[in-house]
Each structure stands twice: as structure tokens, then as C-alpha cells.
């Protein structure tokens, strides 16, 4: 989240619709666990508003959350479980966080691509337990929708017209894996979710929750980008407005190096 893009998360019009993401597929959480050799304490950096971290309260003896935005955290206090006993809110960056003591078990939620790992990694060796367990998490978008061709269209128009490069551009791809070099895969896994219904509106809103298409980088062009984007979306909605898709969530178990 150095990187200046992650700024955006900072902003409270930004963390406002989060709400509106669609959640990971639930077996990410049972994998977790199962994985990890025990449930003391559990890191999650990146954190956002505690899509892991607070429901990981309810196994872990302690969990620290971690996240450069306090407007995140703010909303994360606010949510089931957010003000739990054993939750610990901490606003930092992931590399310069005041970790202390060993952590059974590291997530990372759709965060790690915003780190430093030349600087995180050396950073967190110091806080492992011996057995610990790295989850890598990413995937709370639709999966293979109705409207999945347009969407890509969609995607293939917008991206660039936004960032200024090309959708799933090479810098992008690589962002994604240069943590790899830091650890040692176990397993990776993908799980498709139960059907999550959505209204048009909704997802809409939650796009806006993603850095490419924050309404600040929008600007003046917000209005044609919602009207293109419901347009695309409603012959597919129900008589209610609803959209019904699924959510596929890939998972990476690993250790560090």
C-alpha cells in the first residue's frame, strides 16, 4: 500500500462501499484453519475492514488486524465482530507495523500485491512461530456471470481509459506474483461460492470500492460509467433487480523461505 494508488483506500468515499464487495467463498476460512498447526495468534495484514480478521476471532486466541487506513479500521470497528476481546486494530503499513511476539498464522486478503516484500518479508521472519502458516487471498469478484463476455468488453474499454494502461497489462501480472520469490507453496486452491444475489445498484457501488474505479479517478466521467455499466448489467437482473453469480476465491497455503 505504498505504492500511490493504495492511497485510495484511505478515503472515506472509497472504504464507504466496501460493504457492497461480495464475500469470499466460505471455504477459504475452513481451509485456514485446518491448515494452521495451532490458533493462538493470527496476523492479518492488509486488512481492510476485517473480512478475515474478524471472523477469525471466534477461533484464534488473538488476532491482529493491520492496515494503513483508519477509515477502514473505523468501518471494521463497526462490523459484526469488529470490536471483539481479542481483535487488536493496528494502522500501519504491513513493513513498518510494531509487530510483537509469534504469529501461528498470516492472511493476506486481496493485500499482498500493495507490499514490499524485499522489505516485508525479512520484516516478519522475526514474528513467526516455527510451524506457521502464509494464506494468500484473492477473489471476491463475479465468476463466470451470465454477462461475463461484456463484462470483459467492459473491462477492456475502461481500464485503460482510467489507469492509463491496459487491462491485465504486464505490470499488473506482475504485481501479483513478486512475493513468490519470498516463500514456499504447500498448496493453492480455488473454491466457488453458494449463488450471491446482488442488486444492479449494488454491484455497481462495489466496483466503486476498487482502486481502478474509485470515484475520484472517475471524475467527470462517473455518470457514463454508471449508466454504461447498468445498462450492461439489467437484461440480467431479475424482477427485483437482483443479479445472482457466484464468487471464486483462490487460495495459496504457504511458509516463508
Request: charged share 25%.
Amino acid at each position: 500500500m505504498q505504492d500511490i494508488a493504495g492511497a485510495t483506500f484511505k478515503a472515506s468515499e472509497v472504504v464507504g462501499f466496501y460493504p457492497h464487495r461480495p464475500p469470499y467463498a466460505h471455504q477459504i476460512y475452513e481451509c485456514i484453519i485446518d491448515r494452521s498447526s495451532a490458533t493462538h495468534r493470527l496476523l492479518d495484514l492488509g486488512c481492510g475492514e476485517g473480512k478475515i480478521a474478524r471472523p477469525m476471532t471466534k477461533v484464534f486466541d488473538h488476532v491482529c488486524a493491520v492496515d494503513p487506513s483508519a477509515n477502514m479500521i473505523k468501518l471494521g470497528r463497526s462490523l459484526e465482530d469488529g470490536s471483539a476481546d481479542n481483535l487488536e486494530w493496528v494502522e500501519a503499513v504491513a513493513e513498518e507495523a510494531p509487530l510483537t511476539g509469534k504469529f501461528d498464522t498470516v492472511t493476506f486478503a486481496s493485500s499482498i500485491h500493495w507490499m514490499e516484500p524485499s522489505r516485508l518479508f525479512p520484516k516478519l521472519a522475526k514474528h513467526l512461530s516455527e510451524n506457521h502458516l502464509l494464506a494468500i487471498i484473492k477473489g471476491d469478484a463475479a465468476f463466470q456471470p451470465p454477462w461475463q463476455d461484456e463484462w470483459q468488453q467492459f473491462l477492456k474499454k475502461w481500464v485503460p481509459q482510467i489507469s492509463g494502461e491496459e487491462f491485465n497489462s504486464n505490470r499488473w501480472r506482475a504485481t501479483q506474483t513478486k512475493h513468490l520469490d519470498y516463500i514456499n507453496i504447500r498448496e493453492t486452491n480455488e473454491y466457488v461460492s453458494q449463488p450471491f444475489r446482488q442488486t444492479v445498484e449494488d454491484f455497481i457501488w462495489s466496483q466503486h470500492s476498487r482502486d481502478t474505479f474509485a470515484l475520484v479517478k472517475l471524475g467527470s466521467r462517473r455518470h457514463e460509467f454508471y449508466n454504461e455499466l447498468k445498462a450492461l448489467l439489467q437484461p440480467h437482473a431479475n424482477q427485483e433487480g437482483q443479479l445472482t453469480f457466484q464468487v471464486k476465491t483462490h487460495l495459496t497455503i504457504a511458509t516463508m523461505k
